[in-house]
């Protein structure tokens, strides 16, 4: 208990709280980053480490601690410093590199080191696989883009006569 008679968060539930203040998210944005469904309501509870209606203990099972970690950007050695290595193992899964098939579609005309480099540069900050596919997706829309205004000449000047 606290000195104000409120129960005190778990190491993992500090944790978090710590890291999503440090990224500027509310509750409710890093709940919407993570890749299972999560109310900021829940969110806060899990922080508080209780249910304030009723001032039940609240752990989170280690899937949604997880999840959670990897909305704010932490690692699984600091969660598994923080006491919770359950969560920590399912957090490396979750990190692990994958390539969705949005993401690979969206590459396929690069060379390979033009693929690690956007790759990398995506996983610089914790986004969800549909971030990342909806980024490369918006990025390609937007190269076309220039490459139509390129070959069309604007109407009007002599190139277009």
């Known amino acids: 208990m606290t000195g104000t008679g409120t129960p005190t968060p778990p190491p993992e539930a500090s944790l978090i709280r710590l890291a999503r203040e440090a990224t500027g998210l509310s ?3 890093a709940a919407a980053q993570a890749e ?3 109310s900021g309501s829940r ?6 480490g209780y249910r304030k209606d009723s ?4 752990v989170a099972r280690a899937h949604t601690l ?6 704010v950007g932490i690692t699984p050695d600091r969660l598994e410093a ?3 290595p359950d969560a920590a193992e399912v957090l490396q899964e979750i990190a692990r590199p994958s390539t969705p098939a949005a993401m690979i579609s969206a590459l396929a005309g690069l060379e390979p080191w033009q693929r690690d480099v956007i ?3 995506l996983d610089a900050r914790p986004r969800s696989r549909r971030e990342k ?4 997706r918006t990025l390609a829309e937007e190269i076309e883009r220039q490459a139509d205004a390129d070959r069309d000449p604007p109407l009007g000047t002599e190139e277009a006569l």
Do not use: F, N, T, Y
């Open 66 to 71: 997880a999840h959670m970690a990897h909305a």
């Open 82 to 84: 923080a006491g919770r």
């Open 55 to 58: 001032d039940k203990p609240v």
């Open 133 to 136: 596919a909806l980024l490369l």
């Open 119 to 121: 790759l990398r540069s």
């Open 43 to 48: 969110w806060r509870q899990i922080e508080a």
């Open 27 to 29: 509750p409710e944005s």
């Open 36 to 38: 299972i469904k999560l």
